[in-house]
């Protein structure tokens, strides 16, 4: 079984801090990691994802996310962060023989002005 | 482009009654996926169709839970009997690749109160 954990509930970070969201994931396999951001009462929108090759992966609105397969992280990350970036954040998971994603629970990202 | 679209964007069903959820995925893709967002349980997996071949059911949570994929496009989920534990958020979502390496692309959701 494929599992996908997201520690935090909630990260608080100031405007113009650089800031981090962690993601740690369990499969069999290659991973095939993905982030996703959810803004009130709309649906889930892509950011980035990993297949292969780079580590660093880079992806909309300035985030970029780094995979580490020796500690199975793929924590994502903004050099500056924005008040609009809060919303809550997913990470998720698909593998060989599961095309379907398996989700994190979810961090809610607050940046302070 | 148009998204994906998902309707009604909101209902109020009652105990016991049956509703259905439409979802019309982006034009040409083929692959078409069915999740719950709900407090208690995150966003889970219901069901995932792919072109004529048989939908992965693994995700539906009881045998009230069903779904339909016409034409290899437009898709209904219906769930039969509602109880007050299926109230969430019903997400669709479609991709232009079956494969594990494509992003998915969501609907808005569908909010459904079982009152």
């Not at chain 1, 290659?30 to 982030?35: I, Q, R």
């Not at chain 1, 919303?87 to 979810?106: D, K, M, N, P, V």
């Given at each position: 079984a494929q599992s996908v954990a997201q520690p935090e509930d909630q990260v608080n970070v100031a405007e113009g801090n650089p800031l981090t969201v962690k993601c740690t994931y369990s499969v069999s396999g290659n991973p095939y990691l993905f982030w996703y951001v959810q803004y009130p009462n709309r649906g889930l929108q892509f950011l980035l994802k990993y297949?292969?090759?780079?580590n660093l992966v880079k992806g909309s609105y300035g985030f970029e996310a780094e995979f580490n397969k020796s500690q199975t992280s793929f924590h994502l990350k903004k050099p500056s962060a924005l008040v609009s970036d809060s919303a809550l954040y997913f990470c998720a998971l698909s593998g060989t023989g599961r095309r379907a994603l398996t989700f994190g629970s979810g961090t809610r990202l607050q940046v302070q002005p | 482009g148009a998204g994906v679209s998902q309707s009604p964007s909101n209902k109020v069903t009652e105990k016991g009654k049956d509703v259905e959820l439409r979802c019309d995925p982006i034009s040409g893709h083929t692959a078409l996926y069915w999740y719950r967002q709900s407090l208690g349980q995150g966003l889970e997996f219901l069901i995932y169709f792919q072109g004529?071949?048989?939908?992965?059911?693994?995700?539906?949570?009881?045998?009230?839970f069903s779904a339909e994929r016409t034409g290899g496009s437009v898709s209904t989920l219906t769930i039969q009997r509602?109880?007050?534990?299926?109230?969430a958020v019903y997400l669709c979502a479609s991709s232009?690749?079956?494969?594990?390496?494509y992003e998915q692309y969501f609907g808005p959701g569908t909010r459904l109160t079982v009152t």
């Amino acid at each position: 079984a494929q599992s996908v954990a997201q520690p935090e509930d909630q990260v608080n970070v100031a405007e113009g801090n650089p800031l981090t969201v962690k993601c740690t994931y369990s499969v069999s396999g290659n991973p095939y990691l993905f982030w996703y951001v959810q803004y009130p009462n709309r649906g889930l929108q892509f950011l980035l994802k990993y297949i292969t090759g780079d580590n660093l992966v880079k992806g909309s609105y300035g985030f970029e996310a780094e995979f580490n397969k020796s500690q199975t992280s793929f924590h994502l990350k903004k050099p500056s962060a924005l008040v609009s970036d809060s919303a809550l954040y997913f990470c998720a998971l698909s593998g060989t023989g599961r095309r379907a994603l398996t989700f994190g629970s979810g961090t809610r990202l607050q940046v302070q002005p | 482009g148009a998204g994906v679209s998902q309707s009604p964007s909101n209902k109020v069903t009652e105990k016991g009654k049956d509703v259905e959820l439409r979802c019309d995925p982006i034009s040409g893709h083929t692959a078409l996926y069915w999740y719950r967002q709900s407090l208690g349980q995150g966003l889970e997996f219901l069901i995932y169709f792919q072109g004529n071949s048989a939908p992965d059911k693994s995700g539906l949570p009881s045998d009230r839970f069903s779904a339909e994929r016409t034409g290899g496009s437009v898709s209904t989920l219906t769930i039969q009997r509602t109880q007050q534990e299926d109230s969430a958020v019903y997400l669709c979502a479609s991709s232009p690749d079956p494969t594990y390496t494509y992003e998915q692309y969501f609907g808005p959701g569908t909010r459904l109160t079982v009152t």
